[in-house]
């Protein structure tokens, strides 16, 4: 039984690690971008132009106002749908943080502001693009049985590797 627990922890640090590793990497870029994922439409990414460059916020959407902190502030921005953009399938628009109230306006067709460098961004861009989606409760669904089965099988084979193990070691052959 205590083999059957340290397989199972060691199991989930492994897995802890890992997502560590990936927030890591990624920095704060991939947890706002998470929020703003995970939020369904209820929060927005903000692209703020502050004094030392673009920095990236999570706005929370009220009707047609956003509310959002910088250092620590309580920032208010009033919104209009059309200065809200809708790329890779998460809103964002962009703020000028000399002045919060509104939102920068885009010409038609414009994606960006001219001073904003998406190529620093374009992390951002990709993992959007990449990422799975998972809107239908069918495929969610799917995706956690499949992670259930593969934990239970690699349960199973740690199990029978263990039980061969010890069955050498009791019977004194090494």
Do not use: H
Request: hydrophobic share 45%; glycine share 6%; proline share 3%.
């Amino acid at each position: 039984m205590n083999e059957i627990l340290i397989i199972l922890i060691t199991t989930l640090g492994a897995f802890f690690l890992g997502g560590f590793g990936v927030l890591l990497i990624g920095g704060k870029t991939t947890l706002t971008y998470l929020q703003v994922k995970m939020s369904k439409g209820k929060k927005i990414l903000l692209m703020a132009k502050t004094p030392f460059g673009w920095r990236q916020f999570v706005a929370k959407r009220d009707q047609d106002t956003l509310r959002w902190y910088y250092d620590k502030k309580p920032m208010i921005t009033s919104v209009k749908e059309k200065d809200v953009s809708r790329y890779m399938r998460i809103d964002f628009c962009f703020i000028d943080t000399k002045k919060p109230t509104v939102c920068l306006k885009l010409n038609d067709g414009q994606m960006y502001p001219s001073d904003f460098d998406p190529a620093v961004f374009n992390n951002i861009l990709l993992r959007a693009l990449t990422r799975p989606d998972t809107k239908s409760t069918d495929e969610l669904k799917k995706l956690l049985m499949v992670a259930i089965l593969a934990v239970l099988i690699t349960l199973v084979v740690n199990i029978v590797t263990l039980s061969k193990v010890s069955k050498l070691l009791t019977g004194g052959v090494i």
